[in-house]
């Protein structure tokens, strides 16, 4: 068989390598399941008790998240931010003209007074629509 092998190869023949596919799609399949059971863990980074309330509308995150927590330490996304800092840098993430909304997201334990405030910065920095997240109550 060898012979053979040789002989095809001096009169120019080349062996046709096939690509196996399988393993392919084999390998496409899992990382689709791994990203789609991770996607729901993605949405807000910083760990919240929101407050509950009636409501049936369920907003779509397109903006930046700004999240507060019991210690009233502020986060913009992932990134912790101090409380005299927020409105220079939401400016830089999110410019005065954008018309995106910018979501809110405090704990329940943090005081009312404490979250205006923090709402107060936000719209300083030229925000022109602000949205605040709550955990839908449960039918």
Not at 58 to 78: C, E, W
Request: glycine content about 6%; overall charge negative.
């Amino acid at each position: 068989m060898d012979d053979f092998h040789l002989l095809s190869v001096e009169r120019g023949e080349r062996e046709m390598a096939e690509i196996n596919v399988t393993s392919l799609v084999d390998v496409t399949l899992v990382l689709l399941i791994i990203f789609m059971l991770t996607a729901p863990f993605i949405q807000g980074g910083v760990d919240v008790n929101l407050p509950t309330t009636k409501t049936s509308a369920v907003a779509a995150v397109k903006g930046p998240v700004i999240s507060l927590d019991k210690q009233r330490k502020l986060y913009i996304n992932d990134d912790p931010v101090p409380l005299a800092q927020l409105s220079l840098v939401l400016r830089e993430i999110h410019p005065p003209g954008d018309e995106s909304p910018v979501y809110l997201r405090s704990d329940e334990d943090v005081p009312y007074g404490f979250v205006v405030r923090v709402m107060g910065e936000i719209k300083e920095a030229g925000v022109q629509s602000m949205s605040l997240v709550v955990q839908p109550e449960k039918d």
